[in-house]
Structure formats: C-alpha cells, structure tokens
C-alpha cells in the first residue's frame, strides 16, 4: 500500500511539471509572436535579405530586396537594399554577376550621389574591373576601366579613408598597363623598328613615372635617338633618367653619355630622391621561383613590382588618333623632344579635314631618320655605267626567257601524264 501511494505521488509530480514546462513554452512563442506582428514589414524583409546573403542564397536575397524596393519606396531601407542588391552580385563573384555589380554601383551613385556610402560605391566600381584584370600581354579593357575608376574615386574623395587603398590600386593597375607596353616597345628595340619601339617608350615615360622599369625605357630612348645622330634629343631623356630616377642602375651609363656629348650632367631632383630612398625601405614583393612558375596557371596579373610610394597618374589618357588625325611632317609614326612644363616631351599631332593638306608645325621635333631633300640632282651616267646598266638588263631578259621555256617543258610532261594517267 504504501510502495503504490508513493508511486501515485511521482507520478503526479512529473505530470505537474510536464504542465508548467508546456506553459512556459507556450508563453515564450506567443511573446515571439508579438515580436514580429509588431516589427515593421519593410525592416522584416530587409533583415531577412540579409540573412540569405550572408549564407549565399544570393538569388532569394536579391528577390527579397526588390521585393522591398517595389512595396515600399518611401521605406528608410531604401537605399541600404539598392546598395545590397550591388553587394550580393559583387560578393558571388561570376563574370555575369560582377557585370551586374558594375550596373547596380553605378545606379546607386546616380540616386544617392550625396550618401556617404556613394564613396563605398565608386570604389567597388573599380575594384569590381581590378578583379576582372588581365595580364599585360591579354586584353586590357578591364586595366583601362579600372584605371578610369580609380582615378574618378581620387578625384571625388581625396580624403576619403579609402583613398589610400585607392592610390595603391591605382599604381598596380598602371604597372600592369605601362608592362603591356613596355614588352612590345622592347620586342620592337630588339627588332631594330626604332619608330615602333620609341612610340611606346616615349608613352610610358610620360604616363606612368612610378613604373619599376620606367628608368630602363628612357635609357632606351637615350641610346635609340643618340645612335641616330640626334644628341640633342638623347640627352633630354639622359638628363630626365639623372634627375628623377637617382638611384636607377642606370644613372652612371647615362651621366657618361651626357658628359661625352657635352651636355651638363644634373642633380638629383630633391623629392624623387625621396620618393625612391622610402621605395627601397618599403620594399617590393618580388616573387620567387616556385610563385612565378605557378603565375603562369593564373589568370590575373601579377602586381607585386608596383610601386608603393609617390603620386599616380591621375590624368585620364589622351584620346587616340582618329582617322582625321595625323602626325605632322618630320615626325613619322611619332613626335618627341620638344619640352612642355617641367622638361617633358610631348607629342605633335595636328588634326586636318579629309583632303585638306597639313600645315606644318614649328613645335614639333624632327624625327630619327633625317628628313630627305625635297629636290635630288640628277647627274648623267658614264659610258661605264651606261654599259653596265645594259648588261644588266641584258642579263635579266635572258633570265626571264629562261624561266618561260622551263615553265613550257613542265607544262608539256604534265599533259603527258594526263593522257597517260587521266585522274
């Protein structure tokens, strides 16, 4: 009897405590359950995009987002959804969704130019072509762009936080423009095309200044212009090579040539000193041997050389030559020397309407070759020369006799053999 009362007691207990337990998890429910009725549905629906985008459901973040952008469009999350829809295409990565991303930073900037987060935009403008970026010797649209970017996000925010990352990206990406040139500029100095080669260098030493090998273009141009006999041109980019790249290997070879043409040998421009002493201190990642061989399985380029000091080329590139455009007379394919600002070169091209004759321009350098005389004499040959010049001629025309009996006799065989093998 009493083991059973005990028994029954327990029993009850454990039912009791069921119940209260059940109690209290109900209450919890229906209290989650106010929560959210009385949450407002455009920040429900926010907060639920970005939960899928930070487990990769991008696709049923993005429908979310718009969802909230065409229900409420006087919602307070109106531009915070307009720049997550941007982030998901951005965050997944694919060729297709990066061309997306471009589109939707673009449209944010252009409804809320003013937000402080339009900076964050432009930037992952340019960051979205910075992945996109080839190696130097494959297409470089994406370099050009990023370029482009990059330098209207310095322009806009020069004192944005962001602006230092800016910069640096922007000298990786001119390194791997000024590369693409400066490989074909040497293929064509190798060659011995001058005109080809000296087009391209005279570009990169304009353009990019921080390139790692702008100090070896100029002392390509150097030698280019001083082996054409053209010492007044050679010893600009000698003197440029001196005064802002002091510690190039270069330096000595240029001071030499400079003292034996008999041009003033420069100091050292203060600031690029500088520049160069930090760039050292700094340092650049140069890849080993195991890095670069596995580069050549990468994709994108390599941007350790870049610089890591000093102020990038925020001036867009000139537009190119149309058809309408043409290089004035004594220039060729190019035109260098003549000075602008602080002694750099820069090219003459004059622009004319079809048919119209180009006027000639004063300002523009003479070219490698020297220009030929408009107007040649004639001198009457000698008796000697004149019966040389006939035997020659008389030479060629038996030669080409001989070459149309040969041609006759193969002819007549193969008809020969026609008949005998008609296939």
Partial sequence: MIAARYSNRKRLLAALAAVVLLAGCGGKNTKQQDLSASAEPDKVLFER???????????????TLQTLLNTYPDSEYLAQAKLAIADSYFKEGTSSALTAAVTEYKDFITFFPFLDEAAYAQMRVAMTHYRRMEKPDR????????EEEFQTFL????????????????????????????????????????????????EIVTRYPLYSKSDQALWMLGTTFESAERNEIAAEYYTKLVRDYPLSEQMENAKEHLTAMGYPVPQPDPEALARHQKERELGRD???????SLGMFKSGPDVSPAARAGQPNLNPPGESPSATQVLTPGSGNYGVGATSGAGRSSVGVETVTPGAPATANPA??????????????????TKKEAEALKKQEEAKRKEEEK??????????????????IPW
Avoid: C, F, W
């Fill in 49 to 63: 995009a970005m939960e899928d985008i930070r487990k990769n459901k991008y696709d049923i973040a993005r429908l």
């Fill in 139 to 146: 297409d470089r649209t994406n370099a050009r762009l990023a």
């Fill in 155 to 202: 322009l806009k925010y020069p004192n944005h936080p962001m602006a230092v990352e800016a910069e640096q990206r922007l000298r990786e990406v001119q390194e791997i423009m000024a590369e693409g040139d400066y490989r074909i500029a040497r293929y064509y100095y190798i060659k011995g095309a001058k005109r080809a080669a000296v087009a391209r260098l005279h």
């Fill in 364 to 381: 523009v350098p003479p070219a490698i070759d020297p220009p030929a005389t408009a107007k040649t004499e004639t001198k009457p040959l």
């Fill in 286 to 292: 140069r890849p080993g041997l195991l890095r670069r």
């Fill in 403 to 420: 070459r149309k009996k040969e041609k006759e006799s193969s002819s007549k065989k193969k008809k020969g053999l026609r008949k005998i």
